[in-house]
């Protein structure tokens, strides 16, 4: 019964997104705003319904069969409801009609508000169709088994329980900022007013992302047992792309704002996120490549995907180009000036985004076309890896990061470059000291000096310009800087630390493989592990061969345990590492198999991974400081500020990031 009252609800849901769609296209007023709260409310009702279904095991509903188990913990019963394609689609539909149940309620009312309602409407519609019509999460088996399938096994992880809701609220969230573009386009009302009101649903859409995509890295660095945590997949660079173009929207959204300008090219990136975080969901659940984070591989249903990827993309691009040539340009400004610097910001950003995108569907397009016979196999086995992203991506990034501390200590309309170099000296200085230090302890390698300088320039960048806001008053006026002010510095911080850690621990991370037999010892890099032999053992639903080793290092005497995991419903192993964490990194132990030619010997893989952590932790902070700007907006009263910024001077603005983050 739960499924069934699920599966109206979802009905309900299309049917109220659908009144929504016309009526805020069309009148407008009250009755579509009912409507988006009340389609939200269905939504989440259906979403409550499925996992009901989960955690009663109800094995007559199929997705429940085939992704559930009793011996599945509570959690993983929870999270199993959305750790499949129909699920997760269930989730993608509740967060869409959620946006517009929070826009209704929070939006004042106009016709920016109306419009945007129906377009959400729309795509909310759109996504309830092909959840329904082409993958029900509430379809009935008329032979229910005892037991169920069980949940992927990689996917039994608390990181990937929370990753999916975070990575949605970022992807969908784009969705309702495209739709306030295309509803300031219908409009043609792309102005300030616009900008002040689109820029808090992309700075928590983008902060939101961002958590996602690390929760994503964290889990793949200790669940996969690779030990990197970022491998260029085509999934994570489905949700990279829309980031990178995030990341240009809200720093364009704030020019926008500010000063007027770039009204086109902010419309555009809304409209561009929007057609990527589209093409995501096509990679992720079309089939079309192979990857641990995919979750369909059904051809068919990749075929509607690709259909509707067409008409809301092709839709959406056609909108831009008939409405766009009809808005206003903006003020002129200098080239060297705020303005110029976040152009600067924007086109190193989109360009990193094509370049992302040309490394994931080249392999693909070049895989139909030697299946076409149009091109030889050879040529269509063509791969793109590592190697191509650190070539054309890492020199960009970089270049755009040393930009921006300048770009944060840049008036508007225009600039005087020499005294914003007299005033960061100390940065580069910091900067240059640190590299050369880095560079003597890691081998003097090149990329590792280099990155380490920008980090640190991008670090001391943010304390110099924290340090001239406050002014004489010195650190007696740290409390009362604005919140704004806040959310940039840690935003950027965690930028300059992520980028150090990036680069520390691809460039000296070490790794090496050792055969032993219980008892025997082996030394890496100062540490010491003796292995005490492997034991059996069992967990909730699965059996586990445990390793223990005896690690020691400065006094440090503690036995870890890595396991190589066997869970005999799903029939799959997965390795579950062991870290042992410092103040300089990881220390990095998964156990392989047992040698065929060495009786009593196992394999046994040790890495060291230094700085792990601020790889992690900068990503964090990168969100944390959107969300603190997030707040600072939302605590301004609309009416107020709107008449503080049309009246004040913009050079006095103080919630301006430059390139990295948003304020």
Not at 361 to 383: C, F, H, K, R, Y
Not at 394 to 404: E, R
Not at 516 to 536: D, K
Not at 588 to 612: F, M, N
Request: proline content about 5%; aromatic content about 10%; glycine content about 12%.
């Amino acid at each position: 019964m739960i499924a069934e009252l699920g599966h109206l609800l979802a009905f309900l849901a299309l049917a109220a997104a659908c009144g929504q769609t016309v009526l805020g296209l069309t009148t407008g007023g009250e009755t579509p705003r009912r409507l988006a709260v009340a389609g939200g409310m269905f939504a989440t009702a259906a979403m409550v319904a499925l996992i009901i279904s989960f955690v009663r095991l109800d094995f007559s509903v199929a997705l429940v069969a085939q992704n559930s188990h009793t011996l599945k913990p509570l959690i993983y019963r929870i999270a199993g409801a959305w750790g499949n394609h129909e699920g997760s689609m269930l989730m993608w539909c509740m967060i869409m009609a959620g946006y517009g149940s929070a826009a209704a309620l929070w939006m004042s009312e106009g016709k920016l508000r109306d419009r945007a309602l129906g377009v959400q409407g729309l795509l909310t519609a759109g996504s309830f169709a092909y959840l329904l019509f082409a993958s029900s999460p509430f379809t009935r088996l008329i032979d229910a088994p005892f037991d169920g399938g069980g949940m992927n096994p990689l996917l039994q992880d608390p990181a990937v329980a929370l990753h999916p809701p975070a990575l949605y609220l970022g992807y969908v969230g784009m969705s309702f900022v495209f739709s306030l573009a295309a509803a300031g386009l219908i409009n043609g009302q792309i102005d300030r007013e616009w900008a002040r009101r689109a820029r808090p649903w992309a700075l928590f859409a983008w902060s939101s992302l961002t958590i996602g995509i690390a929760l994503g890295a964290i889990w793949a660095y200790y669940e996969l047992g690779w030990g990197g945590w970022w491998f260029w997949d085509p999934v994570e660079n489905a949700s990279f792309m829309p980031w990178l173009v995030g990341a240009a929207l809200v720093h364009s959204l704030i020019v926008t704002e500010k000063r007027g300008g770039m009204a086109s090219w902010t419309v555009f990136l809304a409209v561009l996120t929007f057609v990527l975080a589209l093409l995501g969901t096509f990679l992720v659940r079309s089939g079309v490549m192979t990857s641990v984070h995919a979750f369909a591989t059904d051809p068919t249903r990749g075929l509607v995907l690709l259909v509707g990827l067409g008409i809301m993309g092709g839709a959406a691009l056609a909108l831009f180009a008939w409405r766009a040539p009809l808005l206003k340009a903006g003020p002129e400004f200098d080239p060297v000036s705020r303005e110029g610097a976040m152009i600067l910001n924007n086109l190193f950003l989109s360009v990193a985004a094509a370049l992302v995108l040309v490394g994931t569907v080249t392999p693909m397009i070049l895989q139909w076309m030697g299946e076409a016979g149009v091109i030889s196999q050879e040529a269509a086995s063509l791969s793109i890896g590592e190697p191509y992203f650190q070539l054309t991506l890492a020199p960009m990034v970089a270049i755009l990061l040393l930009f921006m501390p300048l770009a944060q200590a840049a008036p508007w309309r225009k600039a005087e470059l020499s005294p914003m170099l007299k005033w960061l000296m100390p940065a580069a200085i910091a900067a240059v000291l640190a590299a050369v230090v880095a560079m003597a302890l890691g081998g003097w390698g090149v990329w590792l000096g280099f990155g380490v300088l920008v980090g640190v320039w991008v670090i001391f960048g943010v304390g110099m310009d924290v340090g001239r806001r406050l002014g004489a008053g010195g650190f007696g006026r740290v409390l009362r800087l604005p919140l704004t002010v806040w959310g940039m510095a840690i935003a950027h911080i965690g930028m300059g630390i992520f980028v150090i850690g990036a680069t520390v621990e691809t460039a000296t991370r070490t790794e090496q493989t050792f055969p032993l037999r219980p008892g025997e010892i082996a030394e890496m890099s100062g540490w010491t592990f003796e292995f005490q032999g492997v034991s059996e053992v069992e967990g909730p639903n699965y059996t586990a061969l445990r390793a223990d080793i005896l690690v020691r290092h400065d006094g440090i005497n503690e036995v870890i345990h890595p396991e190589t995991r066997t869970f005999p419903v799903a029939r799959t192993s997965t390795t579950e590492v062991a870290i042992k964490k410092t103040l300089g990194g990881d220390v990095y132990v998964a156990l392989g198999d047992q040698l065929r030619d060495q009786p009593g010997a196992w394999r046994i893989r040790i890495a060291k991974h230094p700085l792990i952590d601020w790889v992690f932790g900068g990503a964090g902070l990168i969100a944390v400081g959107g969300f603190i700007s997030l707040v600072a907006r939302l605590r301004r009263r609309a009416p107020a500020a709107s008449q503080e910024q049309a009246t004040s001077t913009p050079t006095a603005e103080a919630d301006v990031p430059a390139a990295g983050a948003p304020a």
